[in-house]
T-cell receptor, first 114, second 116 residues
Framework: GESVGLHLPTLSVQEGDNSIINCAYSNSASDYFIWYKQESGKGPQFIIDIRSNMDKRQGQRVTVLLNKTVKHLSLQIAATQPGDSAVYFCAEIRGGGATNKLIFGTGTLLAVQP | ETGVTQSPTHLIKTRGQQVTLRCSSQSGHNTVSWYQQALGQGPQFIFQYYREEENGRGNFPPRFSGLQFPNYSSELNVNALELDDSALYLC???????????????FGPGTRLTVL
């Protein structure tokens, strides 16, 4: 079936290190991808997005890479800080529909060790 | 923080009861989407409203219904509550942005519903 999933459910990193969170998707028709950060007790917070006609996009301390050949998406966080500890979700929107519904993966818990 | 607000924050109901959850969208956004997030899972799309009309629905039964008002705020109604309806219910608002071919969805803090 079609899905957006994550390779690693939990990622533990040291403060100051770079973090890489991975995501696989199965539908080649997906044309828009978003990374969300969700802290405990809060709603998902938009981090960065990328369209399928791009392979890289950078934000503040974050970079998203898209490899359409292997249907893989990653989020890189530079100089990880304790405030980055949260669950990270990748989500996709599949093109061609009238509804921009987000299809989420199951999430990766990022734990930043001081 | 987004400009999306939801009420109430928490709610406890018993099986068979009905519940109404409310969402105020971010200023300038005309589309509201509702998601259900079970513990430890990613959010699942329930439905979306655009200009007061339902604009797509996920795999949820008809006892999940919604409304959108002229000011773009929205309600999610769930009838005949079941234990499995216990979840965090998230509202997201979106509107066309010049730099994106898709509406970016911004989420509210959610309503935690517990069904006993």
């Amino acid at each position: 079936g079609e899905s957006v999933g994550l390779h690693l459910p939990t990622l533990s990193v040291q403060e100051g290190d770079n973090s890489i969170i991975n995501c696989a998707y199965s539908n080649s028709a997906s044309d828009y991808f978003i990374w969300y950060k969700q802290e405990s007790g809060k709603g998902p917070q938009f981090i960065i997005d990328i369209r399928s006609n791009m392979d890289k996009r950078q934000g503040q301390r974050v970079t998203v890479l898209l490899n359409k050949t292997v249907k893989h998406l990653s989020l890189q966080i530079a100089a990880t800080q304790p405030g980055d500890s949260a669950v990270y979700f990748c989500a996709e929107i599949r093109g061609g529909g009238a509804t921009n519904k987000l299809i989420f993966g199951t999430g990766t818990l990022l734990a930043v060790q001081p | 923080e987004t400009g999306v607000t939801q009420s109430p924050t928490h709610l406890i109901k018993t099986r068979g009861q009905q519940v109404t959850l409310r969402c105020s969208s971010q200023s300038g956004h005309n589309t509201v989407s509702w998601y259900q997030q079970a513990l430890g899972q990613g959010p699942q799309f329930i439905f979306q409203y655009y200009r007061e009309e339902e604009n797509g629905r996920g795999n949820f039964p008809p006892r999940f219904s919604g409304l959108q008002f002229p000011n773009y705020s929205s309600e999610l109604n769930v009838n005949a509550l079941e234990l499995d309806d216990s979840a965090l219910y998230l509202c997201a608002s979106s509107g066309w942005e010049l730099w994106s071919s898709h509406d970016t969805q911004y989420f509210g803090p959610g309503t935690r519903l517990t069904v006993l």
